[in-house]
């Protein structure tokens, strides 16, 4: 079970029991910590990547043609 998942476990249990606070222990913060940092880390990169395929996408100015539409209910 990865730091995070462990303390979403701690802090659903907590909220079951009422409890006003949650202990962790110094190690558990620092994994918790660094796990935390690698996510962010590997999120930044992703949108990195989502910004460059953004810049690369051909934009389309012109308008649509403009020629004469006639619109006809038809007959019965």
Same mark, same amino acid.
């Given at each position: 079970?990865?730091?995070v998942e462990?303390?979403? #476990? &701690?802090?659903?249990?907590?909220t079951k029991a009422r409890s006003k #606070?949650?202990?962790?222990t110094l190690q #558990?913060?620092?994994?918790?910590?660094a796990e935390l940092s690698g996510m962010l880390a &590997? #999120?930044?990169k992703l949108l990195d990547k989502i910004? &460059?395929?953004q810049d690369n996408v051909i934009t389309?100015? &012109?308008p649509a043609p403009a020629?004469?539409?006639?619109?006809?209910?038809?007959?019965?």
């Open positions: 079970m990865s730091a462990s303390f979403i #476990e &701690k802090t659903k249990n907590a #606070e949650i202990r962790i #558990e913060a620092q994994i918790l910590s &590997k #999120e930044n910004i &460059k395929l389309v100015d &012109k020629g004469d539409t006639i619109m006809d209910g038809g007959s019965f």
